[in-house]
């Protein structure tokens, strides 16, 4: 029966004296040496990150329209959709919805108004404006976070201590939202967000992380070529250093336009992603593509000694009288 | 029913056999540096798993504030860098020379399946760093792990990124390149294809010069 070209291979081949041990030392010795040298010379790369101490500091109407959003909805996780809520801004499939709320988030509860209840107790002034706003209909809470939110992206200002805007129909939502605001500027927010009354451990700082989803997180990856579109999966935050270079293909996959301008471009790059691994860990049973490496050729090279020591042998076995009659 | 501790010595005898994992010999064709990536990148894995363990001895933040722990953050940080070189061209030259010939398929399968865990594993890394790099990512990839229904994987939850960083994905990785290089050892490395070309080249010029 004939071999395929596929499991073809050579057999008449022979061991030669091995020390595997030294071999492994070599090789073990070679990257010791190499990542002590690579951390020594070059260190860590690390880009401190963007708290919401120092955004709520350097951007006070940005970080104010910010958390007005999360009390009208608006915000990118009060309406994100599973895992997080029922909302429908970030929903790219069915198996998304499928999955279900596994780390429920409410934002308006959970990034303003707990903080705030908490923050009341030092600040009773705070409290009334959240009677107020929590004994409003849900309609009213949005008519008076929409506007403000309005009022903060035209006219917002900042004089002195405050964020100024125009007057205008916001109910308590500016008392509410400058507290937010003085508290995320105090430093005091982060563990108003991770606080868990029932362990004392502080293992899930899914809220903190997520506070800062949007617009100032994205302002603050633009310029150090993060964002999807410039490539920023295999791009380190501290220029110069490596990244993780390895997702490079599906990096590249998030840039065909196709991908890039679909609403759901994760699950479109990924799937892609994915299936190109799966030609990659199936290579062995794909007729056609696993006979590449015979078509290519390359093999020669990297058996150019085993081939030429062969060819050597072969001649000295072809030394024959039908070669040199005689 | 075959006796279980007797199928159980006789397989750990071969997983376990100083022949499977100390050869005094090798083929005449797995010689020079191209025989040196798989262990290269195996070596990578073994000193991320040293200083890893030192990190998670001293605890995930205390690169931040001691400086023998941010030399050993440096050193994980280019033992991956070294990982993955090593891992990708281990991965050109095993395509090249077509390593799953010779019933070798289950073990480029390994290989693959490794490839495709060490990616989270490296990332998972990433995300309990704690700086910025940290803290976009996990916002901006829980995204597409959202989409492809594995909310469960909470990225911007330190806690969990933890645990799949220091335990679930590595030792689900050591497990997968332990059957990758058992396999390795086992069926050998892939002989090279027949030198076809050789031998026809051969004969030609054999025939011209019988025809001179």
Do not use: C
Not at chain 1, 44 to 67: D, N, S, W
Not at chain 1, 123 to 145: C, G, H, K, Y
Not at chain 1, 155 to 177: E, F, K, M, Q, S
Not at chain 2, 50 to 64: C, E
Request: no cysteine; glycine share 8%; charged share 15%.
């Amino acid at each position: 029966m004939a071999t395929r070209i596929d499991d073809e291979m050579v057999h008449d081949y022979q061991y030669v004296p091995e020390d595997f041990m030294k071999h492994l030392m070599t090789t073990l010795g070679i990257v010791v040496i190499m990542v002590l040298v690579l951390a020594a010379v070059f260190g860590v790369p690390e880009k401190p990150p963007l708290t919401i101490q120092g955004y709520a500091t350097k951007h006070p109407v940005a970080f104010e329209r910010m958390a007005t959003r999360d009390l009208n909805g608006h915000g990118e996780i009060a309406n994100y959709g599973p895992p997080y809520n029922d909302g429908t801004g970030y929903v790219e499939s069915g198996l998304q919805k499928l999955s279900g709320i596994w780390h429920p988030i409410n934002a308006e509860q959970d990034f303003i108004l707990k903080p705030l209840r908490m923050a009341a107790t030092l600040n009773p002034r705070i409290m009334s404006a959240l009677r107020t706003f929590e004994s409003a209909s849900r309609a009213r809470q949005i008519t008076w976070a929409n506007n403000y939110e309005k009022a903060l992206g035209g006219h917002g200002r900042v004089t002195g201590d405050r964020v100024i805007v125009p007057a205008g129909n916001y109910g308590p939502v500016p008392a509410l939202i400058t507290a937010t605001w003085q508290l995320g500027k105090s430093g005091l927010m982060s563990g108003a967000l991770t606080r868990n009354p029932h362990v004392v451990t502080r293992f899930n700082n899914q809220d903190y992380v997520l506070f800062l989803e949007g617009a100032p997180l994205h302002h603050a990856a633009a310029p150090l070529h993060l964002l999807g579109d410039q490539w920023g999966i295999i791009h380190a935050a501290v220029p110069g250093y490596p990244a993780a270079w390895w997702m490079t293909i599906p990096t590249w996959i998030y840039q065909w336009p196709f991908v890039a301008h679909s609403k759901a471009a994760d699950a479109i790059a990924l799937s892609l992603g994915l299936g190109v691994w799966l030609l990659l860990a199936l290579t062995p049973w794909i007729p056609g593509w696993n006979r590449i490496p015979y078509y290519l050729g390359v093999y020669k090279l990297i058996w150019k000694d085993f081939y030429y020591r062969r060819a050597q042998k072969e001649d000295r076995h072809d030394v024959s009288p039908s070669r040199f009659p005689g | 029913m075959a006796n279980w501790t007797t199928a159980a010595r006789n397989a750990s005898a071969t997983v376990l056999s100083v022949d499977t994992w100390l050869p005094e010999t090798m083929p005449e064709y797995a010689q020079g540096f191209m025989y040196m990536l798989g262990s290269l990148t195996a070596s990578s894995f073994v000193v991320l798993i040293v200083s890893g363990v030192i990190l998670a001895a001293n605890g995930p933040a205390t690169w931040s504030y001691n400086a023998p722990m941010r030399f050993a953050a440096a050193v994980h940080f280019w033992a991956v860098q070294a990982f993955f070189f090593f891992m990708m061209m281990h991965l050109w030259r095993v395509f090249f020379t077509g390593a799953w010939r010779g019933g070798r398929r289950e073990t480029w399968l390994l290989g693959a399946v490794a490839l495709i865990i060490a990616i989270p594993t490296a990332f998972t890394g990433f995300l309990i760093n704690g700086d910025f790099y940290t803290q976009w990512n996990a916002v901006q990839a829980k995204d597409g792990l959202n989409a492809m229904g594995l909310g469960w994987v909470n990225l911007p939850s330190a806690g969990q990124m933890f645990g799949m960083h220091v335990v679930v994905l590595p030792l689900t990785l050591s497990i997968v390149i332990f059957g990758h290089i058992y396999r390795v050892r086992r069926k050998g490395v892939v002989p090279p294809y027949p030198d076809r070309h050789t031998s026809a080249e051969k004969e030609d010029r054999h025939g011209n010069t019988h025809r001179r």
